[in-house]
């Protein structure tokens, strides 16, 4: 089973030694390439579900109770506030990762043949 690599958990006080998403905002970070990460960070597909809410660390808003992943990292619900409203930088890595996936799939194709053909229409 293939390992998910963790991102946009914050300090706090059990953990530390987790970034403090304050110290990652960056006015400067390029508009399109932080809409298209936050586009990435809102499709992920659901993979747990927790009780209770888990504030923002910057603004104190509510921002859920789920964690998404891609198949290659897993992030809660709130990443996309950080990105969004608080232009919290996500490391190089996987700004790269995101850009590349979402720009996968606008350069495919979708076709309605094999849906038609097994309907039988």
Known sequence: ??????I?????????????PIDLVDESWD?????????????????AAHM???????????NGAL???????QWPEGLAHYDFDHAVRLPAEFVEHAVKQLDSLEAGSATLDWWLAITGQ
Do not use: I, Q
């Open 52 to 62: 209770g809410l888990s504030p923002c660390r910057a603004c104190g808003k509510h």
């Open 8 to 20: 946009g958990y914050w300090r706090n006080e059990m953990h530390l030694e987790y970034p403090d």
């Open 1 to 6: 089973m293939k390992e998910r690599r963790l």
């Open 31 to 47: 508009a399109e390439e932080r809409h298209m990460v936050w586009s990435y960070l809102c499709s992920g597909t659901m993979v």
């Open 67 to 73: 964690e998404f992943s891609d198949g290659t990292y």
